[in-house]
């Protein structure tokens, strides 16, 4: 004997749905409610029979229903998805979304609109949620769009402003050094002018390189695998002696391969390098500069003597404007060695750092062939 299949209570079904029904006439009275919707407003149902719709809605929900529910309704007889708010005995909103048919009769008489109602109090949170997210990530996109341009007004600024009183600043040097019946005083003065607006030059290409390699795309290069590098590395050492005549520098340079690098790069990265050494190595030791190809690989290395640099002292080398311990006369920016790491990068290579009591040594090593 199979067992008999319960019928359903369709007005216990109506009364106690999971969501509210509503029925208005067509000047927007409520004509039923059942008793979820009278529950969640907090009275009773047969309070609200013969009101106005407009008595349970909140200020927005009475515009959302004159301007879209209703004219949407009267122009298609349905209406799917409006968001809206009620209000409850204690005047608290109830956020809901609700769908909504006509009901008409056999001539096409308006008989009256049913409406039911979902509570959206977690599908509001949410879609709030998103948009505070795109306000957000707008004004981030905004803000980036004002660093970028922040960061070329820099640049240019730096490119241009600043060389240019420069340049002047060398143009009258010239001229000056080619007068006669100056005094050696005099000479001196203008040799160390030349010598400061050749620092000031280097600065700025630092920071440059700064500004490029830590806010835009790394720094740029200039592959040229023709143009020989042996040249290049000798005039940096002549540079150097120059610059620090009482040091000793070694040169070991071994280039039987061409290397596919930006040589005036990797020009840059031995200056950068081979002054790191003088500021920080013993000055009576001499300073060591090796340059040798493989089938495979381009190798450079600068070695110095002196104390070995501590371990908490290595691990922020090449952080952008960490000086380390150099001499109040010999301090710079701190750029100098995250510019090297930088050409380094931009070059496919590594950089490594040894340093005993005996020698530190910083190691530069890519492919001899550029991949890709």
């Not at 909103?93 to 096409?108: L, S, W, Y």
């Not at 005036?264 to 340059?291: C, F, K, V, W, Y």
């Amino acid at each position: 004997m199979s067992e008999a299949v319960p019928t359903e209570d369709l007005a216990d079904l109506y009364d106690n749905a999971p969501c509210g029904y509503l029925s208005l006439s067509p000047d927007g009275r409520i004509v039923k409610i059942n008793r979820t919707l009278a529950d969640w407003l907090g009275r009773r149902g047969d309070e609200l029979l013969g009101r106005s719709i407009h008595q349970i809605l909140s200020f927005g929900g009475k515009i959302a229903f004159e301007t879209h529910l209703a004219p949407l309704l009267r122009l298609q007889g349905h209406v799917h998805e409006i968001a809206l708010d009620l209000v409850d005995a204690a005047n608290e909103k109830i956020p809901v979304i609700a769908n909504a048919a006509e009901r008409r009769g056999a001539d096409g008489e308006h008989l009256f609109s049913r409406l039911t109602v979902f509570k959206a109090v977690d599908r509001r949170s949410f879609e709030r949620s998103l948009i505070e997210a795109r306000i957000k990530a707008e004004a981030e996109a905004k803000s980036e769009r004002t660093a970028l341009e922040l960061r070329d007004q820099f640049m240019a600024v730096l490119g241009h402003d600043l060389r240019n009183p420069l340049a002047a600043i060398r143009s009258g040097l010239r001229l000056l050094g080619k007068g006669e019946g100056r005094t050696a005083r005099e000479e001196a003065i203008i040799g160390e002018m030349n010598r400061s607006v050749d620092r000031a030059n280097r600065l700025i290409d630092d920071v440059l390189d700064f500004a490029r390699g830590k806010l835009g795309s790394g720094i740029p290069l200039a592959r040229d695998r023709d143009k020989p590098l042996a040249p290049i590395l000798e005039q940096v050492l002549v540079e150097m002696r120059a610059i620090d005549p009482d040091r000793e520098f070694r040169a070991r340079i071994e280039i039987a391969h061409p290397v596919d690098c930006d040589p005036d790069r990797i020009g840059q990265m031995a200056s950068n390098l081979l002054a790191n050494a003088a500021t920080h190595g013993s000055p009576d030791q001499p300073i060591i500069l090796e340059a040798t190809t493989t089938d495979e690989a381009f190798r450079l290395s600068i070695a110095n003597g002196g104390e070995a640099i501590p371990e908490n002292v290595r691990e922020h080398l090449f952080q952008p404007f960490f000086r380390g311990q150099a001499r109040e006369s010999k301090q710079g920016l701190g750029l100098g060695l995250f510019i090297v790491k930088e050409i380094a990068k931009a070059h496919g290579g590594t950089m490594e750092v040894t340093s005993t009591d005996e020698e530190t040594r910083f190691t530069f090593t890519m492919p001899r062939e550029a991949k890709g």
